[in-house]
T-cell receptor, first 116, second 111 residues
Framework: GAVVSQHPSRVICKSGTSVKIECRSL??????MFWYRQFPKKSLMLMAT?????????EQGVEKDKFLINHASLTLSTLTVTSAHPEDSSFYIC????????????FGPGTRLTVT | AQSVTQPDIHITVSEGASLELRCNYS??????LFWYVQSPGQGLQLLLK??????LVQGIKGFEAEFKRSQSSFNLRKPSVHWSDAAEYFC?????????FGAGTILRVKS
């Protein structure tokens, strides 16, 4: 149980375009979803926290207009990287929790974004 | 500031040898502590967690960790490492509504 999927697993896009990453909880309802970014050989940095039906809470330094997060249902959250640039290339990982809070998170397999 | 420190960036052990990965945290109250493992290009898998109770926690894949309040530590151990344990290991602590990760320790296993 507690499976989280991400789609796509890899995406290459041209600079200036937008790309959407989906995060789904497959066998539970996710009250809270989290989006992380992981730079090469670095740890995970929390980008934002989202609760179903409400606006995401972004971490300091994360541009909310650039990284659009939508948590439209209890099983789906999306991250859209708008007007992507090469510096946005990274590994993006989502997690989902059946609880309101960070105590029980189940992680997706990650999405490798490369912006050319 | 809230922080999680994993002092070892890389560790190499021989297959069959014992392993200890170090983790220290800064937090005043009883922390919620986690260890995750990440294989290259993959997401994170939870190995074990500590919320309260017995300070020696058993996890999956033969791993265990011990919470030591006096040392603000939550070190991960395994008595006999297998080649398949080669991966990156992250210690994490819940601070408020966030999970804060250490920098990670890359484990290499030599045969």
């Amino acid at each position: 149980g507690a499976v989280v999927s991400q789609h796509p697993s890899r995406v290459i896009c041209k600079s200036g375009t937008s790309v959407k990453i989906e995060c789904r909880s497959l066998d539970f309802q996710a009250t809270t979803m989290f989006w992380y970014r992981q730079f090469p050989k670095k740890s995970l940095m929390l980008m934002a926290t989202s609760n179903e039906g409400s606006k995401a809470t972004y971490e300091q330094g994360v541009e909310k207009d650039k990284f659009l997060i939508n948590h439209a249902s209890l099983t789906l959250s999306t991250l859209t990287v708008t007007s992507a640039h090469p510096e946005d290339s990274s590994f993006y990982i989502c997690s989902a929790s059946p609880l309101a809070g960070a105590y029980e998170q189940y992680f997706g397999p990650g999405t490798r974004l490369t912006v050319t | 500031a809230q922080s999680v420190t994993q002092p070892d960036i890389h560790i190499t052990v021989s297959e069959g040898a014992s392993l200890e990965l170090r983790c220290n945290y800064s937090y005043g109250a009883t922390p919620y502590l986690f260890w995750y493992v990440q294989s290259p290009g993959q997401g994170l898998q939870l190995l074990l967690k500590y919320f309260s109770g017995d300070t020696l926690v058993q996890g999956i894949k033969g791993f265990e960790a011990e919470f030591k309040r006096s040392q603000s530590s939550f070190n991960l151990r395994k008595p006999s490492v297998h080649w398949s344990d080669a991966a990156e290991y992250f210690c994490a602590v819940v601070y408020g509504n966030k999970l804060v990760f250490g920098a990670g320790t890359i484990l290499r296993v030599k045969s």
